[in-house]
């Protein structure tokens, strides 16, 4: 016997913060053409590498917002669940596409060791302000949503990687202009493309424990075990399963054992009430769906998990 608290899948959370990203997008791609000239004009490697970041981040964020539109197509009898799951592969294509431009731009900074080109440091610096300014201001846009979405956390450590890599450019800049050390350029681009990895991984890692449909963060399944167990007719409660279809739409599945004597039409609509209820407020878990087996029958079930 099944019960859903609430069959509407509903907006994702990409869905609900999609203005941000268009907001960031737009502030993004300005940047990046920016810094390109930039780049070009002064010679600068770590403002290309900076520049190759960002263009990496707009390509991120149009397919965190092409998944979100996705996302929200309706479900189906062949899609049960719809489309949200498309929001996750957006969030894996982002971290795939970081590791590869770090690998870009490390393999180009290891290749100019040695040589000292000439570098324009007023442009270098100045296209270089400009784009950490742009960064800080889209970090303040979507640091109030980047908890909520894998995409919109893809998009904020990006742009958090921005902005350190704009302030490592803006720190080689003045080291050329006060000193004259080229080297700082590379050194630069090698700060930037090693900044980049360990973001990505984060990402990657929370990509890959929502496919392999692990427990969300947070979520304590022993807990929920005794609050189940604590509602009155319940005896006990196994085949527990919780995972997470995309980001801020977790999903709950059980098997519960009642006491016979209270598995009528009447008690088993107050019992899944009150299950709905526990999870619904104590662990913000509103997707969810119990079977209710009688007590004398759960010696036939083959339990599958505990």
Known sequence: MGHDHDHSHGITATGRHRKRLVIVLAITLSVVVI???????????????????????????????LAAW???????????????????????ANALILIVISVIIFTEAIRRIGSTPEVQTDIMLFAAIIGAVANLVS??????????????????????????GSIAVIVAAVVIMLTGFAAADTIASVLIALMILPRAWSLLRDVVDVLLEATPKGVNVQM????????????????????????????????????????????????????VTCLGSHFDTEHCTFQLEPASHSEHESHQHA
Do not use: C
């Open 35 to 65: 810094q390109m000239v930039g780049a070009l004009l002064s010679g600068s490697l770590a403002l290309l590498a900076d520049a190759g970041h960002m263009l990496s981040d707009a390509a991120g964020v149009t397919i965190a917002l």
């Open 70 to 92: 996705i996302a929200n197509r309706p479900a189906n009898d062949q899609r049960t669940y719809g489309y949200q799951r498309a929001e996750v592969l957006a969030a894996l």
């Open 139 to 164: 970090l303040m846009i979507l640091r109030g949503a980047q908890e909520e979405s894998l995409n919109v956390r893809g998009a904020y450590l990006e742009v958090l990687g921005d902005l350190l």
């Open 224 to 275: 929920i075990r005794e609050h189940i167990l604590s509602v009155e007719g319940v005896s006990d409660v196994h085949d527990i399963h919780i995972w997470t279809i995309t980001s801020g739409v977790p999903v709950f599945s059980a098997h519960v054992v009642v006491e016979d004597g209270v598995l009528n039409a009447r008690g088993a609509d107050q019992i899944l009430d009150k299950l």
